[in-house]
């Protein structure tokens, strides 16, 4: 993750950057001017990284869940009936791996800005827009940007092996 991280800071132009240092929660720490995220599963890794003045930018990359793993795991990453709004057009795995992948790009682009953790029930699926976007709308107030019915804009892209999201907070 963070050699592609500094493949990404190349990209924006700087000439010779370093891996971004580890924070104290184990978070990329990114030279001033930069926000980016990085994430990782067996074998994949992905960053991104933009000098935009964002209020943040979080990226995730999950291998599916199987289904047994889907049907122990819901009751956390879905918690509030979320998981009775599933579309027709995803099967509960998938629908499962998406929104845990969504809700953690919301949180790698949150923590740079609240400083803590959150868990999944501070944001809660609020639907898609086609198959590229998915909502999630916040449940809880986290500072004065973030405030609790916002609506989030999470980018899919499904692959036959994973699922990758991109949150971005402008």
Same mark, same amino acid.
């Given at each position: 993750?963070?050699?592609?991280?500094?493949?990404?800071?190349?990209?924006?132009?700087?000439?010779?950057?370093?891996?971004?240092?580890?924070?104290?929660?184990?978070?990329?720490?990114? =030279?001033?001017?930069? *926000?980016?995220?990085? @994430?990782?599963?067996?074998? &994949?890794?992905? /960053? !991104?990284?933009? #000098?935009?003045?964002?209020?943040?930018?979080?990226?995730?990359?999950?291998?599916?869940?199987?289904?047994?793993t889907?049907?122990?795991?819901?009751?956390?990453?879905?918690?509030?009936?979320?998981?009775?709004?599933?579309?027709?057009?995803?099967?509960? =795995?998938?629908?499962? *791996?998406a929104?845990? @992948?969504?809700?953690?790009? &919301?949180?790698? /682009? !949150?923590?740079? #800005?609240?400083?803590?953790?959150?868990?999944?029930?501070?944001?809660?699926?609020?639907?898609?827009?086609?198959?590229?976007?998915?909502?999630?709308?916040?449940?809880?107030?986290?500072?004065?940007?973030?405030?609790?019915?916002?609506?989030?804009?999470?980018r899919?892209?499904?692959?036959?092996?994973?699922?990758?999201?991109?949150?971005?907070l402008?």
């Amino acid at each position: 993750g963070r050699q592609c991280a500094i493949e990404a800071m190349r990209k924006l132009g700087l000439p010779s950057p370093a891996q971004p240092a580890r924070g104290a929660h184990g978070e990329p720490l990114w =030279p001033r001017g930069i *926000t980016g995220s990085i @994430s990782h599963h067996s074998g &994949l890794a992905v /960053a !991104v990284a933009t #000098r935009a003045p964002l209020l943040g930018i979080g990226i995730d990359v999950e291998r599916w869940v199987e289904a047994g793993t889907a049907e122990k795991i819901f009751p956390t990453v879905l918690p509030h009936g979320e998981h009775k709004e599933k579309p027709s057009w995803l099967t509960f =795995p998938a629908f499962l *791996t998406a929104v845990y @992948s969504a809700k953690e790009s &919301l949180f790698k /682009a !949150v923590f740079p #800005r609240i400083g803590r953790y959150v868990d999944f029930s501070a944001a809660r699926y609020a639907g898609f827009s086609g198959m590229a976007t998915m909502w999630l709308s916040l449940r809880q107030t986290l500072n004065e940007s973030l405030v609790k019915g916002m609506l989030i804009p999470t980018r899919i892209v499904w692959r036959a092996n994973d699922v990758e999201t991109l949150v971005i907070l402008e």
